[in-house]
């Protein structure tokens, strides 16, 4: 079993940064793909990066693409997702997730989820 705790959000001015983490524990998480998702008041949980399990592949939404970066260090087993230039509509609850394989851009395709950090921009 898997435990993911993310960690790192906060309130930001808009054009601010934040860096989120995402520590796995119970299990190396080595060989899943690790995804970042996030939900905002009333609407669905959305996809946001997702990155493989070797760390050489990425997939951003097109929404944060050129602003936000997902990385892993294995031997952390952690993930982090750096956010740069927000905007007010970055604000959301972010939560880490773990799929056994890459190109899972659904939540019904990861198995193990934390319990996620709120993000605040304020314009």
């Known amino acids: 079993q898997v435990q993911l705790e993310e960690s790192g959000g906060g309130s930001v001015q808009a054009g601010g940064s934040l860096r989120l983490s995402c520590s796995a524990s119970?299990?190396?998480?080595?060989?899943?793909?690790m995804g970042w998702f996030r939900q905002a008041p009333g609407k669905e949980r959305e996809f946001v990066a997702e990155?493989?399990?070797?760390?050489?592949?990425?997939y951003y939404a097109s929404s944060v693409k050129g602003r936000f970066t997902i990385s892993r260090d294995s031997a952390k087993n952690t993930a982090y997702l750096q956010l740069n230039s927000l905007e007010p509509e970055d604000t959301a609850i972010y939560y880490c997730?773990?799929?056994?394989?890459?190109?899972?851009?659904?939540?019904?395709?990861?198995?193990?989820w934390g319990q996620g950090t709120q993000v605040t921009v304020s314009s």
């Open positions: 997730a773990a799929s056994v394989y890459y190109c899972s851009r659904y939540p019904s395709q990861y198995l193990y």
């Open positions: 990155i493989n399990s070797n760390g050489d592949m990425v």
């Open positions: 119970g299990r190396t998480v080595s060989n899943y793909a």
